[in-house]
């Protein structure tokens, strides 16, 4: 007797949106800010937002990226600037993002933000500041890819960043590789 055993997935169709999210959210991601200056009159007003789809993608060039939504009002007004700013969030700054995230008109509330000559702005005790320029913008879908080019940086690796997984946000634990010595 052939005893057959099913070996095929349990798929859901693509068109099942709750379906497609939870598939998205079990791939984690580091959590960005995306801010620049913009000039104001005799002043400056900051722009900014939070971006979680942030990937790096090649060291010559260097470039990283973040996904856009196609919605987005902010990104209009960041994407004019000569330099932005690329802050990955530190494992205790969960606040603050979800400040950057939120309404516009208070995103720097309380906030004294680093910047550069050029207009990139930074979030202060960042595990890393990264001052970049647009290198190319793809439409995909409902976002759009942005691809950004580093000029300039700062890291700081021993600072924990702050990782979005499944709808929240997580610690990353190291764990120690039995093979290596």
Known sequence: ??????TTPDLSPVSDGRALRDAYSCFPSGVVAVCCEQPDGDSTTLIGMAASSFTTVSLDPPLVSV?????????????????????VFAGDQIELCKQLAG???????GITPLSTDRGAVFVPDAAAHLSCTIHNEIQAGDHTVVLLEIES??????????VFHASTFRALEARKDPTRK
Do not use: K, Y
Request: with cysteine.
């Open 103 to 109: 309404s516009s008109e208070h995103r720097f509330d």
């Open 153 to 162: 940086l700062r890291a700081d690796p021993d600072v924990e960043p702050l």
């Open 67 to 87: 996904c856009v939504q196609n919605t987005s009002t902010t990104w209009p007004r960041i994407r004019t600037a000569p330099a932005i700013g690329v802050s």
């Open 1 to 6: 007797m052939t005893t057959t055993i099913d």
